[in-house]
């Protein structure tokens, strides 16, 4: 990670689960991180902590609220003016709702999109643009995908639009990278898709009760592990494009 060291790394999501983790982790690895998200006194406790453990880098919290074109893009503007610009983008955040394709609500199937794809799109178009700027050609674009993006899982209805959104991220990543080397450009793409995770995603969607009694029921990745393989993913040699990271816990065989 020391070509890292004093860069700056954008992490959405940085408020909870693998996007905190990973704001963590490199920080700890002496980059410049801005975490964003909408609980910004969550990342702020977190850059609190990895200050008072004398961390090699700074986290610095953004509020951001993803949904919005304008708040992104006034995010940049604030990372150009504060930070020079944006070297390792890592779209993180993520969400669903139980929302059916034959019964779900239009404004949550429109919520899961603003936030899995538009707002990953808007971000990497923006980073993108801040490293051409400033003619860095050793960028990284980082999509925290899923397993869901590779496959459809019978009889989970609920998940059907955000699966559908994953699956875009799986295209969009291929698609990132093709325009990236039509460009002869040496800035990569990389997507990490992991199985369940132990956060609060299913919390979120249906309550703690149903989701502590479904995360009992089989092994769970850790923010941790995802984490890691973003430290993994960017300590590749540069000439190294690593494409998809499918991770799923050892006891989990689908």
Known sequence: MERWAGRVALVTGASSGVGAETAKVLAENGMCVVG???NVTAIQELADKLKSRSAKGVLHPMKCDLRSEKQILNMFEEIKNKHGGVDVCVNSAGMSHVAPLLSGETEKWREIIDVNVMALCICTREAFKQMIERNVDDGHIIHINSTSGHRVAMGD???NLYVGTKHMVTGLTEGLRQELRGLKSHIRVTAISPGNVNT????????DEIAEKMKSEYKLLE???IADMVKYV???PPHVQIHDLIVRPIEQET
């Open 200 to 207: 609060m995603f299913a919390n979120r969607m249906y309550g």
């Open 36 to 38: 964003c998200g909408r």
């Open 223 to 225: 923010s941790s592990d």
């Open 157 to 159: 209805y609920d998940l």
């Open 234 to 236: 960017l300590q590749s």
